[in-house]
């Protein structure tokens, strides 16, 4: 039981290149979420997925989209970085909303 | 919408001292409260949360933490740390009607020196 994955670990990216970050949860869950974590800023969800076929705007979604392709994996996309989205990625998934379980992360550097 | 202040960034505190982290939220709904501990380089996982009752909460390894609905906090407390406690913690609130969407703090840095 791996939980919750993310793919790749560090990304370094220049302006501009696109890129998908991939996330899959083997508990079952319904609902799946994307973060951006910034020092001093806490956690900032960028786009969440209530349940498979259903995707919504959190926070901070400008520069982003996702696909929930299964009930297992939901990917964040990157269309055209800019350096301001350099920051940690978390990916995280919950059944109920008592607890959510997290990813380990994706550093991405946009240079 | 709920904002959530998380009142140190930083926190150094000896091995086997008493340690608090403060919370404080604003909401104009009902929420429910939590904490998340990070450790370097890993993801967060839970360490307690307030749903509802008692107005003090157990968690994980040693933790405890009081709501206090008149005052809009949370705090944490550990009465005696461990070199195992460095990590970073973070509050976190969710509407009671939309549960499903936490507000973070900004996080406090725990360091415990020995």
């Known amino acids: 039981n791996a939980g919750v994955t993310q793919t790749p670990k560090f990304q370094v990216l220049k302006t501009g290149q696109s890129m998908t970050l991939q996330c899959a949860q083997d508990?079952?869950?319904?609902?799946m979420y994307w973060y951006r974590q910034d020092p001093g800023m806490g956690l900032r969800l960028i786009y969440y997925s209530a349940s498979e076929g259903t995707t919504d705007k959190g926070e901070v979604p400008n520069g982003y989209n996702v696909s929930r392709l299964n009930k297992r994996e939901f990917s964040l996309r990157l269309e055209s970085a800019a350096p301001s989205q350099t920051s940690v990625y978390f990916c995280a998934s919950s059944d109920f909303i008592y607890e959510q379980f997290f990813g380990p992360g994706t550093r991405l550097t946009v240079l | 919408a709920q904002s959530v202040t998380q009142l140190d960034s930083q926190v150094p505190v000896f091995e086997e001292a008493p340690v608090e982290l403060r919370c404080n939220y604003s909401?104009?709904?009902?929420?429910?409260l939590f904490w998340y501990v990070q450790y370097p380089n890993q993801g967060l996982q839970l360490l307690l949360k307030?749903?509802?009752?008692?107005?003090l909460v157990k968690g994980i390894n040693g933790f405890e933490a009081e709501f206090n609905k008149s005052q809009t906090s949370f705090h944490l407390r550990k009465p005696s740390v461990h070199i195992s406690d460095t990590a970073e913690y973070f509050c976190a609130v969710s509407p009671k009607a939309a549960g499903n969407k936490l507000t973070f703090g900004g996080g406090t840095r725990v360091l415990v020196k020995p």
């Open positions: 307030y749903l509802s009752g008692s107005t």
């Open positions: 909401s104009s709904v009902s929420v429910y």
């Open positions: 508990m079952n869950h319904n609902s």
